[in-house]
Nanobody, 117 residues
Framework: QVQLAESGGGLVQAGGSLRLSCVAF????????MGWYRQAPGKQRELVAR???????NYGDSVKGRFTISRDNAKHTVYLQMSSLTPEDTGVYYC???????????WGQGTLVTVSE
């Protein structure tokens, strides 16, 4: 079993920056991909960024050039550095991981990011 714990959310003004962290606990040896998704009020959950254990990265179109995902495999932690934030970035950010041989992903409980005008 793997559990994920996010931290770093909060309130920030537009144009500001914020860094999210997500630590994995449990059977971390099985983790392949780690990533971040977000869900804004009234909208579907969408990909923000994901990174494989080999370092391959994908970003959602709306965050390219503004957000940076990184991963520390030794600490079983994934980070999301968010810059040039806009109110459209407001939402609950969920950490996610895929595991080798597992049929379903694991999700964290989410951390709220609010960007004010």
């Amino acid at each position: 079993q793997v559990q994920l714990a996010e931290s770093g959310g909060g309130l920030v003004q537009a144009g500001g920056s914020l860094r999210l962290s997500c630590v994995a606990f449990g059977s971390t040896f099985s983790i392949s991909v780690m990533g971040w998704y977000r869900q804004a009020p009234g909208k579907q959950r969408e990909l923000v960024a994901r990174i494989t254990d080999g370092g391959r990265i994908n970003y959602g179109d709306s965050v390219k050039g503004r957000f940076t995902i990184s991963r520390d495999n030794a600490k079983h932690t994934v980070y999301l550095q968010m810059s040039s934030l806009t109110p459209e970035d407001t939402g609950v950010y969920y950490c996610n991981c895929d595991r080798y041989g597992a049929p379903y992903a694991v999700w964290g409980q989410g951390t709220l990011v609010t960007v004010s005008e």
